[in-house]
């Protein structure tokens, strides 16, 4: 079997699974990772030969994709922002709509900041906003221990000056010490049927009881205490869930409250700035 006639059998393969939308995507990238080589190198050479072991291990991947998995986490990395994060069982797989997140974050005008990235997971947020604003201090906090090994490994293998410590949110986190806070925290409501294509992600980073609002409430009142005066808080958030979240931050006593959207026109985030001094 050549490359050409590989793609065309897990092409098929995976449209008659019907759990991909990007069939022909996810066979070049799993055909790449069997064959050890880039994409296009695997496109310039579509008549080379799979050798027997080349199949087996593609095959085998293929069947991991036809059972759902996230081809992130088949292949053990993901690409957001301009990095390469390592990915596993333990973290969510960054998704490009929270690169929106980081965009509205690093145009803060400020010069110097302390920015913290509450439930950094794979430390994705936090490290393409020390990649971008060199003179910002930026701290990320994961609860999980197994999640935070890999924002650890992601650190160390990019080299970007992020402080990572382990937490529940905000906890070890002093008061008036924050400039800006920015997480993407759990918000699915247990019941949601999106959860069914989420299997092989943690349950933990995924589901928030109170309609997936209860981890939201808990980082805008601990941001009320942590932020400085004029602090920004940024939470990303449903898309349905933008109303509710914008009187989280009311309630809370956060001024010039937006909501903004992500690449497919949904609401995504929100973003507010502390008024300590009313």
């Not at 302390?114 to 794979?122: E, K, L, N, Q």
């Not at 994961?142 to 529940?168: H, I, M, R, W, Y």
């Not at 808990?218 to 400085?228: D, G, S, T």
């Amino acid at each position: 079997m050549d490359v050409e006639e590989a793609l065309e059998e897990a092409v098929f393969s995976l449209i008659r699974s019907g759990h991909s939308n990007t069939p022909q995507m996810d066979a070049e990238l799993l055909l790449a990772h069997a064959k050890k080589c880039s994409v296009t190198h695997l496109l310039t050479w579509p008549n080379a030969q799979l050798s027997h072991d080349e199949a087996t291990v593609f095959r085998q991947l293929l069947s991991r994709r036809e059972k759902k998995e996230p081809v992130a986490l088949i292949l053990g990395h993901q690409d957001f922002w301009s990095m390469t994060l390592k990915v596993n069982e333990h973290t969510l797989v960054p998704r490009p709509d929270t690169e929106c997140l980081v965009e509205w974050v690093i145009h803060q005008p400020l010069e110097t900041a302390v920015v913290c990235d509450a439930g950094t997971g794979t430390g994705a947020i936090a490290l393409a906003v020390a990649g971008e604003r060199p003179n910002w201090q930026v701290l990320a906090i994961e609860k999980s221990t197994e999640a935070l090994a890999v924002a650890c490994d992601n650190q160390k293998n990019l080299k970007l000056p992020v402080s990572l410590f382990q937490g529940d949110w905000l906890a070890a986190v002093g008061e008036n010490t924050l400039d800006i806070l920015v997480s993407n925290p759990p918000y699915i409501p247990p019941n949601d049927k999106h959860l069914a294509d989420l299997t092989f992600e943690p349950r933990s980073a995924l589901v928030a009881k109170k309609q997936g609002l209860s981890d939201i409430e808990i980082l805008v009142e601990q941001a009320n205490v942590c932020l400085k005066a004029s602090g920004v808080l940024a939470i990303e958030h449903g898309f349905d869930q933008g109303y509710a979240v914008q009187e989280i931050f009311n309630n809370a006593g956060f001024i010039d409250i937006e909501t903004h959207q992500d690449y497919g026109k949904n609401d995504r985030f929100t973003v507010g700035k502390l008024d300590k001094n009313p």
